[in-house]
């Protein structure tokens, strides 16, 4: 199940960004697990603790985790003010109501081979659909953020593990999002 999706149509293709947070495994009787991403798992053959998807100790059956989850998210929005000068000295501006302002979005995703993410992957995903200008869906939990659309306007990466062959292993990514909103239809 998906904590998130950022969703989008390019040339008839469907690009996803899902953020979600799994364990997956198999023969084991009980699994516990702390903070999501420590997991202790109880077999008939003993114990086994894995821990980011690194099992510690003995191992007794096979194990899968994908971690992609975002953090730090902060919603913006703001209402459309206009200032109309009075003639006078004495006299101060008069503000009108115009109405409601864009919504912004942002947050960040932490990207690492260690938690069943391919950084590279996510980010060519993401930077096609800021460099495409596709018009996106954003739900959370399975809800629409907004009945409104958005649009990625901004991506600020930082690269932070590279291995012995240039494999980039860890990455975070700072999203901004702007609401979309399509024109009314003529009649």
């Keep these: 199940m998906s ?6 149509a390019l040339d008839s293709k469907t690009i996803e960004v ?3 947070s799994s364990y997956k495994s198999s023969g084991i009787e009980n699994t516990y697990s702390i903070g999501g991403l420590v997991n202790v798992s109880q077999t008939s053959s003993g114990l086994a603790v894995s821990v980011a998807g690194i099992s510690v100790g003995k191992k007794t059956a096979s194990t899968s985790v994908k971690v992609m989850t ?3 998210f902060q919603r913006d929005a703001e209402g459309r003010w206009a200032t109309h000068e009075i003639i006078g000295t004495d006299k101060k ?7 409601p302002g864009l919504e912004t979005l942002s947050f ?4 690492n081979t260690m938690l069943g993410i391919t950084p ?3 980010l060519k ?3 096609k659909l800021r460099d495409n200008g596709v018009v996106c869906t954003f739900t959370i939990g399975g809800n629409a953020v907004t009945t409104n659309s958005w649009i ?3 991506l600020s990466e930082t690269h932070k593990n590279y291995d012995n062959k240039g494999s980039l292993l860890a990455a975070s990514v700072n999203v901004s999002l702007t609401e979309y909103v399509k024109l009314p239809k003529e009649s």
């Design 108 to 111: 960040s995703i932490f990207l």
């Design 152 to 154: 990625i306007t901004k």
């Design 70 to 72: 975002f953090d730090n």
């Design 3 to 8: 904590i998130g999706v950022i969703s989008g």
């Design 120 to 122: 590279v992957d996510e």
């Design 93 to 99: 501006p008069v503000m009108e109501f115009i109405g």
């Design 18 to 20: 899902v953020f979600q």
């Design 125 to 127: 995903k993401l930077r």
